[in-house]
T-cell receptor
Framework: AQSVSQHNHHVILSEAASLELGCNYS??????LFWYVQYPGQHLQLLLK??????LVKGIKGFEAEFIKSKFSFNLRKPSVQWSDTAEYFC?????????????FGQGTTLQVKP | NAGVTQTPKFQVLKTGQSMTLQCAQD?????MYWYRQDPGMGLRLIYY???????DKGEVPNGYNVSRLNKREFSLRLESAAPSQTSVYFC????????????FGPGTRLTVT
């Protein structure tokens, strides 16, 4: 069965520190990849997405992610975090072969940024 | 555009009671989804509707039913609520024309006592 694994469950950083959140998936076919963010008390919002082309994708608020096909990974990065980045982050994968748009989500990573 | 809307925002039920969660989208999307979110487990798909007139089970369908009323609306019903169904429920929609990027509603926080 397809699965998505986020290695870091809870990350605590100080402001201005660099961030990298790991995401690996298990599916051998063509995929669309997403990172969503959920700020406290809010619904999920799209941070960035990869469909095809340049494996380094840039999203909102200075986030970027790199798709490494050989490693089945889509890690999220930000060079310098802010207190306002405190949120829960979810990696998600859509297996295109299913043609249903179903997303498989990782367990989520809670990021706490200390001012 | 309102995007994806859900009602109610909060609900408390007693074990055995029933209720329906409503979801509507105004983006003309073909596909709609219901997820539940529990701490440490991410979002798990309950049911989805790839297109109007079709519904399919997701990862955790037991205890739930759905109805795709029309292209806009997709409801989730709990026939006999159980404490294990205490969760936050999110509805989402997507479309192949947008490469299945999903748009989420604000969620319903359900407590079953």
């Amino acid at each position: 069965a397809q699965s998505v694994s986020q290695h870091n469950h809870h990350v605590i950083l100080s402001e201005a520190a660099s961030l990298e959140l790991g995401c690996n998936y298990s599916y051998g076919g063509t995929v669309n990849l997403f990172w969503y963010v959920q700020y406290p008390g809010q619904h999920l919002q799209l941070l960035l997405k990869y469909f095809s082309g340049d494996p380094l994708v840039k999203g909102i608020k200075g986030f970027e992610a790199e798709f490494i096909k050989s490693k089945f990974s889509f890690n999220l990065r930000k060079p310098s975090v802010q207190w306002s980045d405190t949120a829960e982050y979810f990696c998600a994968v859509n297996a295109l072969r299913s043609n249903t748009g179903k997303l498989i989500f990782g367990q989520g990573t809670t990021l706490q940024v200390k001012p | 555009n309102a995007g994806v809307t859900q009602t109610p925002k909060f609900q408390v039920l007693k074990t055995g009671q029933s209720m329906t969660l409503q979801c509507a989208q105004d983006m003309n999307h073909n596909s709609m989804y219901w997820y539940r979110q529990d701490p440490g487990m991410g979002l798990r798909l309950i049911y989805y509707s790839a297109s109007e007139g079709t519904t399919d089970k997701g990862e955790v369908p037991n205890g739930y039913n759905v109805s795709r009323l029309n292209k806009r609306e997709f409801s989730l019903r709990l026939e006999s609520a159980a404490p294990s169904q205490t969760s936050v429920y999110f509805c989402a929609s997507s479309d192949p024309g947008e490469l299945y990027e999903q748009y989420f509603g604000p969620g319903t926080r359900l407590t079953v006592t």
